[in-house]
């Protein structure tokens, strides 16, 4: 069982930056890799960001590619999302979530554990 919790998300105005994390619990944090996924009113959610359990492998949404980064600290079980140049479009509840394979994968439905979630709004 692996247990997930966002911080860091708020307010901003576009053109800004955040960084959120994703603490995680249990001792095998190193076995998963992890996902950063995001979901706007009235819309599906979808692939943000994803990292390989060592690290060594990241995978981004066209939409985001250049202005996020994917990190973890895996002795602190802890994974960022730092987002830089945000965007009004970027506003949504931003999960992150753990798959129990060593690979990034872009389809929610393979993440075994998902957090509760954190809110990013960019103002115009």
């Known amino acids: 069982q692996v247990q997930l919790v966002e911080s860091g998300g708020g307010l901003v105005q576009a053109g800004g930056s955040l960084r959120l994390s994703c603490a995680a619990s249990?001792?095998?944090?190193?076995?998963?890799?992890m996902g950063w996924f995001r979901q706007a009113p009235g819309k599906e959610r979808e692939f943000v960001a994803a990292?390989?359990?060592?690290?060594?492998?990241?995978d981004y949404a066209d939409s985001v590619k250049g202005r996020f980064t994917i990190s973890r600290d895996n002795a602190k079980n802890t994974v960022f999302l730092q987002m830089n140049s945000l965007k009004p479009e970027d506003t949504a509840v931003y999960y992150c979530?753990?798959?129990?394979?060593?690979?990034?994968?872009?389809?929610?439905?393979?993440?075994?554990?998902w957090g509760q979630g954190t809110q990013v709004t960019v103002s115009s």
């Open positions: 979530a753990a798959d129990n394979t060593a690979w990034t994968s872009r389809r929610s439905y393979e993440y075994d554990y």
């Open positions: 249990g001792r095998t944090f190193s076995s998963y890799a």
């Open positions: 990292i390989s359990n060592s690290g060594g492998s990241r």
